[in-house]
């Protein structure tokens, strides 16, 4: 009896060492399919990680009334990270020992640096839903994009192009006065594509140049049709009311920047005339897919969405189509596959994966309308 089940141990054993040596691997099977979720479950400051995760949900929802992924119920599985370095990666570790198909957060640029090199080193694919960094797209090691990474926003420079391509397509603009910070990489990103756009030969202005108190002998020393400001809310609304207080009218412009407070609270009704933005998504109502999203949003939270719950809607649905396409819920498959998506009808647009792994998308125009921001078109860069 010892020596059989010595045999059968040896039997087995000899079974996992061939197994190994004839490069097969072991895949995790589950009866759902699992998607991971790591936000800032700690931050009571903030209501973007509770719209994104809501974001999700609302995936969630609309893929298992269809029959789930790949005929499995999607699962959630949300980690909280902390708002912490160390919280990301830990986070990120918990995800993979619990095999999702894929990560969609963290929201902030360092916790998504805190997780770049769990997700490439575990095979994860890793989707940040609002947070940009031209670091993300190229591995200083390769020159080419990480294998798992992958943004839903797009990048200050798409933004920077999209918003020239309106001030000399729609407002027939030539000349704009340009300032950026540029301590800020988003702020100056975007004024660098602006520039390169409109083929400006005059140099951008840095905030510690041009200011709100000297920004009016500026326009007025030189032919200026406009002014380009993305820049956070609080500082581009200084600079707005100066040019305002000098009785000047001339378009002002600006990028997403501009949502991380509400320009109308900090200016005159009067002063937000003649003020464009860009911004990752406001719904379009004329667009039948983001308009469904947003009933159904609507539906369930009792309020509108906003750009965390679209851009976190879209990271899901795409990590769906992604898991059709390669019919597997291996992340490093899923991975490969996002590579190849292309005019996937989202939330926020339709949407293709560049090589860089961000979104090639039209850009929200946004505008002021009776004291609110609405969506004035959709254009592309």
Sequence with gaps: MQKNKKTVFLSLLFMVIAAIG???????THSSARLGISLNGTDDGTMAALHAEQGVEMAADMLNEKGGVLGKPVQLISMNNKGTATGAATAMEDLHLRHVAAVIGPLREDLIDASVPVAESQ???????IATNRAWSYSAETGKPYNHVFQ???????????????????????????????????SAEAAEAYAAFMNQDAPIADT????????????????????YLPLPT??????????????????VLGSSLWSEDDMADLLPLPYLNNLFFTDQYINDATYAPGETFAER????????????AALSFDAAMLVAAAAEESASLNSA?????????????????????????????????????????????RLAP
């Design 297 to 308: 949003y609507y539906e369930k939270y009792g309020t509108i969405p906003d750009k965390y």
């Design 333 to 377: 498959d899923i991975a490969a596959a996002l590579t190849k998506i292309s005019n996937y009808n989202g939330a926020t647009g339709t949407i293709s994966v560049r090589a860089d792994h961000s979104p090639d998308r039209k850009v929200h125009i946004l505008t002021f309308w009776q004291g609110s921001a609405a969506l004035l078109c």
């Design 234 to 251: 609080d500082t581009a609304a200084a600079y707005v009311s100066a040019v305002r207080n000098g009785t000047l009218s001339v378009p």
């Design 208 to 227: 510690a140049t041009v200011t709100p108190e000297n920004i009016v002998f500026h326009l007025q020393s030189a032919p200026y049709d406009s002014v």
């Design 123 to 129: 095979n994860i694919a890793l989707i940040s839903p």
């Design 152 to 186: 839903m926003a797009l990048p200050p420079e798409r933004e920077g192009a999209a918003m020239a391509n309106f001030a000399a397509t729609v407002l027939h603009k030539s000349k704009s006065l340009i300032i950026c910070d540029n301590k800020n990489a988003a």
């Design 22 to 28: 004839g490069g097969l691997h072991y895949r995790h």
